[in-house]
């Protein structure tokens, strides 16, 4: 007769018979009825279109997932058969998991750009400026490694004045996000004009840092603009997407950020010179203005007016002069027949008074007492002035004269002849 077994039992031989059958084993299918608990594991359904079966992933095999676990998502699973033996169930204890027909690290970056997209990560309104001239830049890179040592040459070729502060923080592996995060904040702190966060080339799994959410966050809550560098050209990361600026490269970073010295010294002679050819012109024109507000002003102002009445002046003063001199050379001919006339009849004059004077000089002779040789005749006179006898009236006082003698006396009496 059949042992009869119990129902623990049983599922104990079953669970050993499963476990050690099916020790590992790789199974393609959807996911459904993804659970993720509190305690961070795992539970969900993998199917196709005619089964399924239940999984379970407990937190230290979730914890290294480089993807999430998402309903509707088609993956390869890695585990081991079990059986739950409360419930007589057997399961999947799932080691690992891939997505179907991409890397996990692929289907990882998608996801979490679509979460951060979604959440405003990369609108382009959250995006800050970055100064012209920096003068403070902090670098949140690997103190050892070569993106270091070019960033800091390009910046010594490019803009020497800059100063450049580094937070040495690792750029690879698990710890590296964290550091970077950290680091980041840090940097926001110190007052800089600009930070760059960013590595070198490598591997998706080098890179993978800048792909962290961690990361993401602490780039897109600096107040200080930030510039993803990581890797070359052709490598995209969730942190150049975040970041206010993307650079291909570390190098390419520096070339960005710093204003080249010889093409700005080459730019200041330019705009020397267009200043000067401005400055030029524009005095020129000035100049221009200036000659023709003058010669406006000297049409129309005090001192044009004077010269012009001046020159007036000076017209009707040469018309009077000339006027005068005609006048002048008219009455010259004019005047000379009277001036003739004048001298004739001056002459005539002349000639007639010199006969007058002939004739009163010998009246005068003729008749001056000192040419008189007769006794008892003597010259009247009265103040000086010689009179005829018949001129005094008694009381009269006069004067008696000859050539010898003079006799002043009084009128006594007068007796008619």
Not at 331 to 338: A, N, Q, T
Request: charged fraction near 25%.
């Amino acid at each position: 007769m059949a042992t009869t077994l119990s129902v623990s039992s049983l599922n104990e031989q079953i669970k050993t018979l499963l476990e050690t059958s099916f020790e590992f084993v790789s199974v393609e299918g959807e996911l459904s009825r993804v659970t993720k608990h509190g305690s961070g594991h795992i539970y969900f359904t993998l199917k196709d279109n005619d089964s399924a079966i239940k999984c379970v992933m407990f937190k230290g095999n979730a914890a290294r997932l480089k993807f999430s676990l998402e309903e509707g998502a088609h993956i390869i699973l890695h585990g081991a058969l079990s059986l739950y033996k409360p419930r007589g169930e057997y399961q999947i204890n799932a080691f690992s998991a891939e997505p179907y027909g991409a890397g996990a690290l692929a289907v990882a970056f998608e996801q979490l750009k679509l979460r951060l997209e979604a959440k405003g990560y990369f609108d382009p309104t959250h995006k800050k400026s970055f100064p012209k001239f920096p003068q403070t830049i902090v670098l949140v890179t690997s103190a050892t490694g070569a993106a270091l040592q070019d960033m800091q040459r390009v910046a010594s070729h490019r803009w020497p004045l800059v100063k450049l502060v580094v937070l040495d923080v690792l750029v690879q592996g698990q710890s590296a996000a964290p550091q970077i995060a950290d680091a980041l904040r840090t940097a926001d702190t110190l007052g800089a004009d600009a930070v760059v966060v960013g590595r070198g080339g490598g591997s998706i799994e080098d890179l993978w840092p800048f792909n962290e959410e961690i990361v993401a966050d602490a780039i897109f809550a600096m107040n200080t603009p930030t510039m993803s560098a990581v890797g070359h050209e052709i490598d995209w990361v969730i942190s150049d997407y975040v970041a206010d600026m993307r650079a291909p490269t570390p190098s390419a970073a520096m070339q960005m950020l710093l204003p080249d010295q010889n093409e700005l010294t080459q730019s200041i002679d330019e705009i020397r010179t267009s200043a000067y050819g401005m400055i030029s012109q524009r005095l020129e024109r000035k100049r221009e203005q200036l000659i023709s507000m003058q010669e406006a002003f000297k049409r129309h102002g005090v001192e044009h007016r004077l010269q012009v009445q001046q020159e007036a002046i000076k017209e009707l003063r040469e018309r009077l002069n000339r006027q005068m001199m005609q006048r002048l050379e008219q009455s010259r001919r004019e005047l000379s027949p009277l001036m003739e006339q004048l001298n004739q009849s001056i002459e005539s004059i002349v000639r007639q008074k010199r006969f007058m004077i002939t004739q009163l000089t010998e009246g005068y002779s003729a008749n001056h007492p000192k040419n008189k040789n007769k006794s008892g005749f003597a010259q009247i006179a009265r103040d000086g002035k010689v009179i005829d006898l018949d001129a005094l009236s008694v009381g009269d006082r006069f004067e008696a004269m000859n050539e010898r003698r003079v006799v002043r006396s009084e009128v006594v009496e007068v007796t008619s002849m």
